[in-house]
């Protein structure tokens, strides 16, 4: 499959419907479909490919060797590394979700940090990695994202780490290296993750956890504990009666000992 896909042909230039900054600067073949759009001060590494309807933002810098298929959309000042790949509709550097309570419902609290994606990483289509308030949201070298993934603000997550579809990151969270996170898992903010973590499918992480386990559930626990708990939690009605039973033969019992 990988020689299938070199062996496609490598589309080269900017098409004349697409809309280029005079101020943004343009590697080596580099490909720019119709009616994408290169911001001012943009800089395009070597041999990347701009697809239709994609939106690259003042001031980013796209590395070497990228895709960035149709309709994505690169806010200003992110920052993307080497050989990534970003899919149709992902969003890289949209506002962090950040308001302050006040008397007449909420005030937005600018987000003037950014987005940077090292190299060799593959974000899914309609994935989201959100600005930091300050600083930068961290997506770390070779991490692989699903589609429908959200990444909050000020988010890190390590190099080498794999998530599923519709995982869900709160703001300020950081996650390890060579994590593995099954669909719909959801990672409460600000707390720390460590590395070699294997997050079961619809798990809700509410607390740090150290690396190197495997966890499920919400809130998680060991991932054999929750086998266990799971194969009783079926028979829980059964488990009621019964013990209601006892219960009656019991206090029936205490009678005839008081009598």
Same mark, same amino acid.
């Given at each position: 499959?990988?020689l299938?896909?070199?062996?496609?042909?490598?589309?080269?230039?900017?098409?004349?419907l697409a809309?280029?900054?005079?101020?943004?600067?343009?590697?080596?073949?580099?490909?720019?479909?119709?009616?994408?759009?290169?911001?001012?001060?943009?800089?395009?590494?070597?041999?990347?490919? !701009?697809? $239709?309807h994609a939106?690259?933002?003042?001031?980013?810098?796209?590395?070497?060797?990228?895709i960035v298929?149709?309709?994505?959309?690169?806010?200003?000042?992110?920052r993307?590394?080497n050989?990534?790949?970003?899919?149709? #509709?992902?969003?890289i550097? $949209?506002?962090?979700? #950040?308001?302050?309570?006040s008397?007449?419902?909420?005030?937005?609290?600018?987000?003037?940090?950014?987005?940077?994606?090292?190299?060799?990483?593959?974000?899914?289509?309609?994935?989201?990695?959100?600005?930091?308030?300050?600083?930068?949201? !961290?997506? @770390?070298? #070779?991490?692989?994202?699903?589609n429908?993934i959200?990444?909050? @603000?000020?988010?890190e997550v390590?190099? @080498?780490?794999?998530?599923?579809?519709?995982?869900?990151? $709160?703001?300020?969270?950081?996650?390890?290296?060579?994590?593995?996170f099954?669909?719909?898992?959801?990672?409460?903010?600000?707390?720390?993750?460590?590395?070699h973590?294997?997050v079961?499918?619809?798990?809700?992480?509410?607390?740090?956890?150290?690396?190197?386990?495997?966890?499920?559930?919400?809130p998680?626990?060991d991932?054999?504990?929750?086998?266990?708990?799971?194969?009783?939690?079926?028979?829980?009605?059964?488990?009621?009666?019964?013990?209601?039973?006892?219960?009656?033969?019991?206090?029936?019992?205490?009678?005839?000992l008081?009598?």
């Amino acid at each position: 499959m990988t020689l299938y896909e070199q062996s496609k042909p490598q589309k080269v230039g900017v098409d004349s419907l697409a809309s280029v900054a005079s101020t943004a600067k343009l590697g080596e073949n580099v490909y720019v479909a119709p009616f994408a759009v290169i911001g001012e001060s943009a800089i395009i590494g070597d041999n990347t490919k !701009i697809y $239709a309807h994609a939106v690259i933002g003042e001031n980013v810098k796209l590395g070497e060797s990228c895709i960035v298929y149709p309709n994505v959309t690169v806010y200003h000042d992110c920052r993307i590394g080497n050989r990534v790949i970003l899919h149709a #509709g992902s969003v890289i550097g $949209a506002d962090g979700f #950040g308001f302050a309570p006040s008397l007449d419902g909420y005030e937005k609290i600018p987000q003037i940090g950014n987005v940077t994606i090292e190299d060799d990483v593959e974000i899914g289509a309609n994935t989201c990695i959100d600005r930091a308030t300050m600083g930068s949201t !961290i997506i @770390h070298r #070779g991490v692989k994202l699903d589609n429908l993934i959200q990444v909050a @603000h000020n988010v890190e997550v390590g190099s @080498h780490t794999v998530m599923a579809s519709q995982v869900g990151i $709160a703001g300020s969270a950081k996650i390890g290296e060579w994590c593995m996170f099954g669909g719909q898992v959801g990672v409460a903010g600000h707390i720390t993750l460590g590395d070699h973590l294997n997050v079961g499918a619809q798990s809700g992480i509410p607390g740090n956890i150290k690396g190197n386990q495997t966890v499920m559930g919400s809130p998680t626990i060991d991932a054999r504990n929750f086998a266990r708990s799971s194969a009783v939690f079926k028979k829980l009605p059964e488990i009621y009666t019964t013990i209601n039973a006892m219960q009656k033969e019991l206090n029936e019992l205490k009678k005839q000992l008081g009598n």
